[in-house]
């Protein structure tokens, strides 16, 4: 069983940073891959970002390449975003998940842990 909680969200104007941490408990932290997910008002969850369990490779949407950043520290259990040059679009409820299986979030078979969710809202 592993626990997600997000924080970080808030409001911040276009062209602006903001940083997500998800915090997760147990012992098996590293064990795991991680990812960030969105969803806007009106549409599906998306994918955003993936990082494996080690931290050597990452995976990003195109939407977000070049702007936000995925990293983890698992001496503190815990998973980052940095997400920089905001945009309105950006603005979704941001969501981390915990998958065994790094491919998952390549080929968009995710399954595992959800947390709960952290608002991101920019303003143009």
């Known amino acids: 069983q592993v626990q997600l909680v997000e924080s970080g969200g808030g409001l911040v104007q276009a062209g602006g940073s903001l940083r997500l941490s998800c915090a997760a408990s147990?012992?098996?932290?590293?064990?795991?891959?991680m990812g960030w997910f969105r969803q806007a008002p009106g549409k599906e969850r998306e994918f955003v970002a993936a990082?494996?369990?080690?931290?050597?490779?990452?995976y990003y949407a195109d939407s977000v390449k070049d702007r936000f950043t995925i990293s983890r520290d698992n001496s503190k259990n815990t998973l980052y975003l940095q997400m920089n040059s905001l945009k309105p679009e950006d603005t979704a409820v941001y969501y981390c998940?915990?998958?065994?299986?790094?491919?998952?979030?390549?080929?968009?078979?995710?399954?595992?842990?959800w947390g709960q969710g952290t608002q991101v809202t920019v303003s143009s």
């Open positions: 147990g012992r098996t932290f590293t064990t795991y891959a």
């Open positions: 990082i494996t369990g080690s931290g050597a490779a990452t």
């Open positions: 998940n915990a998958d065994l299986v790094y491919r998952h979030y390549i080929t968009g078979t995710v399954s595992g842990y």
